[in-house]
Every structure is written in structure tokens, then in C-alpha cells.
């Protein structure tokens, strides 16, 4: 078992980092070969999820939890906190803070086109991230 | 690793439990130091995810699922069984059952703003929903 | 523990399968009797959860999917690259690619009427899906 804390600086609503080859390093790094990566971000207004890393379907993403909260309707969270942030906390639960991947013969199982990634949803400018990487198995290659 | 069952009495559709505390005091209770923490909801009207548990923002999510599944349309599964709850089981599909919380140093990992909770979607008056919690890791501390 | 690679043959945009019997298959032949069995269905354009496996309520999630990602707006990534499957990866990074199903007494814990599916989003008429189990615990029964 391996369980490390990764930092992640991301830029404002909107951003959605490719973390993929962060957690493949600790995976191939570990000792475990057959097993799972967990991995969870701390944090209410943010979520991770797979995609095809590529910034046209990332925008297309987007534009799909703004559908579930609008920019342009009244939250009771914001009339009541003065936050502004309702949207990104209905965006952050809808899509959820937890993701897990199989981990085969040492390393992280993906389709081609599935990245990783984590999606800031808050309002603020900047923040920095923590995504907690647990690694369980067993250290021998699996019977497939 | 322990396993528990965890019995949550929910009072109608939209209602939404923090069940932070009671999965805290298994994870501090269990001999896991360093580990994961899976959560599942038995049933398919009701759902797990986090979110910052206040009673506005709680508003605005419940009133984000009624765009994806609203009331005042027809659903196949109504017309065809009768049920009247063919908008709890799309709503309970698209938020998922399950949710893995990671355990570090014995305690869950969480941001300030982050609570667990288990999400009613079904449209009876009162339902008793089980929750499967199953921790599994090491008696060790991480060396994070 | 025991890991396996599944292959699910799908037949077109909005097919569901139900993959509960295969994943039940697994989990009590396999020896662990107490723990979970983790999913993780490859690919950027499928996804899985849970629901009741009714043709109705099937139809009703593939409607709530296209409210996300309708297919008569332009995407981005069909501009870009003229895949035309932009709603296909939209909608399953929003259903995710991972669910985690308890393991109790050697047997899946899921409700009635619950069942495991996977929902082919893609635009292709035919694809060979893979879905991952990982199943890690105990040999022995829980003290539940």
C-alpha cells in the first residue's frame, strides 16, 4: 500500500488539470502491482472524473454543468453566505469527489483517450488543490 | 479492515442526511491507519456524495437534480409500473451509490466544507436506508 | 484478491447493459467473503452505475443524459475533430467510469432492485467494452 497527498495549483472556475501522469509515476513507482488507486479530493467545490484530455470536449464539459447551475440564477447558498460560489458546490457533488482505477501489472488501466482529471469549479482565482493517492494491492501480477 | 451496516432512517424525497459523524466514529474506532473508506447505499432511489452541508446550498442541489429529472413530466417507468418515482431512480443513477473517502493517520480525509451525505430521492413519505461502510488498509501510519 | 477483465459487447448509443450476473459470478467464486469489488469500465465515452434494470427507467436516464449533452447543439470537440461523438464524452465523464460494490458473505450487497449497468454513450454502432474488476478483502465472513 502506498498513500501519498498531491498538490495541484489550478487557475479559476473552469480550469481542469490532466493529472494522469502524476498518478501513473506513483503507481509505477509503488510496489503494488494487481490492486486499485483511489484517489479523492479534498474540498467541496471541486471534482475529478476521467475525459479525453483535449480542449474542445473540455469546454463542451463545461458547458454541460452549467446547464445543472446556471452563472445566471439565484443560489440560496449565495443569498444566504454571500459566497457566489452555489453553482460550484452543486457542480463539485453532482460529479463527485471520488475516482478509482485499476491498477494491472504495475500500472494505472486507462482507455487511450481517458485522462484523469481534476475540475475546479470554484469562483475563486486560484487555489491550490490537495488530491489524496491511496494505492492497494498485492505485489504480484494478477492471472490475466 | 472492518465492516459495517449502518441503518438511516430519511423523512421524503429531498432530504438529505449528514452522515459525516457516524462514519468518522467507525473509521476512529477501526484499527485502519492508513487506508480507504468505501460507502455504499443499498437501493435505487437514494444516492452518496459530499457537499458542504448547509441548508442553502442542500436547496440549490436538489433544485439542480430537478433539471435533469423534473416532476412535471412523464417518465416510462411511471406509465409503465405505476411507481410515480421514475425521477428518484434517474436522479439516484446520475449522482451514483457508491463514494471512497480516504483514511490517513486513522482519521477520514475531508476538506473544512465537506461533509458525506446520503441523498433520499424517492418519493415515499419515510424510508430506512442502509449504508455499507467497509474500511480497509494498514495499522500503520503513512509516512506522509 | 482477484482481478478480471470483462468484455461487454454493446450495440449503440443509449444501449445498457446489465452486467450484475457476471460481476455476481465473480465475486462468489472468488475467495474473499468480505471486502469490495471495485469497477472501472475503460474507455471515454461509456460509463457505469447502478439502477433498476426496467426498460421504462432506462429510457427515462438516457433522456436526463440528453439534457446534459443534447445532440442537436454543436460541440467543440466535433468542430475540432469531426468525431461527432462530443455528447457521448460529456455525458460519461458525468456518470464516471467507476463504482465500488460491497462485498458481504462471499455475495454482492445491492438492493432489489439494483442492478449493476453499463451504459454505452458512443455513436459507433458496435464496440467491445472492458470493464475491470478488482475484488480485495478477506477470506473471512464479516462480524455483521
Not at 50 to 72: H, Q
Not at 75 to 92: E, I, L, M, P
Request: proline share 3%; with cysteine; hydrophobic share 40%.
Amino acid at each position: 500500500m502506498l498513500q501519498k497527498r498531491i498538490s495541484c495549483p489550478t487557475s479559476g472556475e473552469g480550469d481542469i488539470l490532466d493529472i494522469t501522469s502524476i498518478i501513473r509515476d506513483l503507481v509505477t513507482g509503488s510496489e503494488v502491482k494487481t490492486g486499485i488507486c483511489s484517489l479523492f479530493v479534498s474540498g467541496s467545490t471541486a471534482a475529478l472524473t476521467t475525459i479525453e484530455y483535449e480542449s474542445g470536449v473540455l469546454k463542451d464539459l463545461i458547458r454541460a454543468l452549467s446547464i445543472l447551475a446556471p452563472s445566471d440564477i439565484a443560489y440560496a447558498h449565495d443569498s444566504r453566505w454571500g459566497d457566489g460560489n452555489g453553482r460550484s458546490h452543486v457542480k463539485a457533488s453532482l460529479v463527485g469527489p471520488s475516482l478509482t482505477i485499476p491498477v494491472m501489472d504495475g500500472d494505472l488501466v486507462l482507455g487511450t483517450w481517458q485522462q484523469i482529471v481534476l475540475i475546479e469549479l470554484d469562483t475563486r482565482a486560484r487555489r491550490d488543490r490537495n488530491v489524496l493517492v491511496t494505492i492497494i494491492g498485492e505485489s504480484n501480477n494478477s492471472d490475466l
